[in-house]
């Protein structure tokens, strides 16, 4: 089973749809992450999930 590590973002209200690009596509390029879930709310405000995958190195003899 993967185990993944989370990261929630939260974009307020006024944030451009190109900012808000920008910023995805940054986490996406430097830290690994991947869009999980995007909720945008009637406000305009955005709740954003990033998720990557834990790797786990198993030792060797």
């Given at each position: ?45 955005r ?15």
């Amino acid at each position: 089973m993967q185990e993944y590590s989370y990261m929630d973002l939260y974009l307020p209200r006024g944030t451009s749809r190109e900012t808000a690009r920008q910023v995805l596509t940054e986490h996406a390029e430097y830290g690994h992450w991947e869009l999980d879930r995007l909720r945008l709310y009637p406000d305009g405000s955005r709740r954003v999930r990033l998720r990557r995958k834990i790797i786990r190195v198993a030792r060797t003899m």
